[in-house]
């Protein structure tokens, strides 16, 4: 599938380039991995728990927390919960990581995809509405950029309809809304910490869902359905009576997330800055609007920072000449081969598709860095 952007190579990681992405590894990572390697155990074991209990403790209140191989396993773990299965009806936004979509193929289910909303990119809760069936299992919204969803128009759709709000919240770690932390609000939210979020474990997840009387069911699911825990106590009765997945994270990788978290206010501080640079510099530039900055009822995690450019395509090229790697992300999904078969009329989707345009957003981005871009933004194109 074409982007309509002429295809060009990743940026090179000269010290000139200000690049898209870029993986944050703290000091303390290595200290904590080395300790993991010298350990008896580097598969799952005490730091996948440690990490649990250090995110829980910093992110949730009473919603449980399982530690899991990415965010994509997250959310298939998620639908299971929920019960979603063949044939069911998942409302879900027609524009996100195919990470959100995907594991609903794996289960079968009737992909009902929603539109936009232009100045957030988020899933338009009054198209939700509209969608809603008999036959409707799920709501799934995804909160794009870091930029949390309308949760409680969502959650009341849901509740009324007596059906879960699944949040995909890969991009979100550390987002409010109205006051509340993402991860205590949806039935289920699935994080990410693939290579280039906020915090990493090299690839993983964490899936919170508030009925924690699910917990053990979760841990099963993670492990090929065995209840780990029984089998190394010497209490497990040697059966197997639901479908589980090899979805558990590494003590390898859960050093990572442990030495990241310690570094997270900092991170998140930094990209808040940037962010808010950003706003400042670019709201009333001709050609421009700005993605995900209007609300003032929800506070960004800030992962990346989105505008809507005319004449994209030049921007972006002028970007690239002066050294800063500009792109898309994501793409709507109704254009892929593997979902042809789940169609609709996406009018928002149809006016933002051609204008969308990611700019660097990082740990390794600076101020001034931000100000050149907007200058040169500012400059023409």
């Not at 200290?31 to 209990?53: F, H, M, N, Y």
């Not at 693939?194 to 993670?222: C, P, V, W, Y």
């Not at 558990?248 to 930094?270: C, N, P, V, Y």
């Amino acid at each position: 599938m074409s982007s309509g952007l002429e295809d060009s190579a990743v940026f090179e990681d000269d010290g000139k380039n200000v690049l898209l992405f870029y993986p944050f590894v703290p000091d303390g990572a290595y200290e904590e991995v080395l300790d993991t390697l010298k350990s008896r155990w580097i598969g799952q074991g005490p730091k996948v728990d440690a990490l649990e209990s250090d995110f829980s403790r910093r992110f949730l209140k009473d919603s449980s927390a399982v530690a899991v191989g990415s965010g994509t396993d997250a959310l298939h773990l998620s639908y299971i919960l929920a019960g979603i299965k063949a044939g069911d009806e998942v409302i879900t936004p027609v524009f996100t990581c195919t990470a959100t979509n995907i594991p609903l193929l794996y289960c079968g289910a009737d992909i009902i995809f929603a539109d936009i909303q232009p100045h957030s990119l988020n899933i338009d809760p009054n198209h939700v509405k509209e969608l809603i069936t008999p036959k409707t299992k799920a709501i799934v919204c995804v909160d794009y950029g870091g930029y949390p969803a309308d949760l409680k128009e969502l959650s009341e759709i849901a509740a009324l309809n007596g059906i879960p709000l699944i949040e995909d919240s890969a991009q979100s770690l550390g987002a409010t809304y109205r006051g509340q932390t993402v991860g205590n609000i949806a039935d289920y939210t699935a994080f990410s910490f693939q290579a280039i979020k906020h915090i990493t474990t090299g690839d993983g997840g964490m899936l919170t869902f508030k009925n924690s009387s699910r917990l053990m069911e979760a841990k099963r699911r993670r492990w090929f359905g065995i209840d780990r825990e029984g089998k190394q106590n010497g209490t497990w009765e040697n059966d197997i009576w639901e479908i589980g997945y090899k979805y558990q994270m590494t003590d390898l990788g859960a050093s990572l997330g442990l030495a990241s978290l310690r570094e997270f206010d900092r991170i998140q501080k930094h990209r808040r800055i940037l962010y808010e640079e950003y706003r400042a510099r670019l709201s009333f530039v001709p050609g421009i609007q700005l993605v995900g900055c209007n609300e003032e009822d929800r506070v960004s995690a800030a992962w990346i920072f989105t505008i809507l450019a005319d004449n994209r395509i030049d921007l972006r090229r002028k970007l690239n000449e002066n050294k800063i790697e500009a792109n898309q992300v994501h793409f709507r999904n109704d254009r892929y081969s593997i979902f042809n078969s789940f169609k609709g009329h996406f009018p928002c989707m149809d006016e933002v598709e051609s204008r969308y345009l990611v700019l660097p957003l990082h740990h390794m981005v600076s101020l001034e860095d931000v100000d050149r871009i907007c200058e040169i933004i500012k400059s023409g194109w």
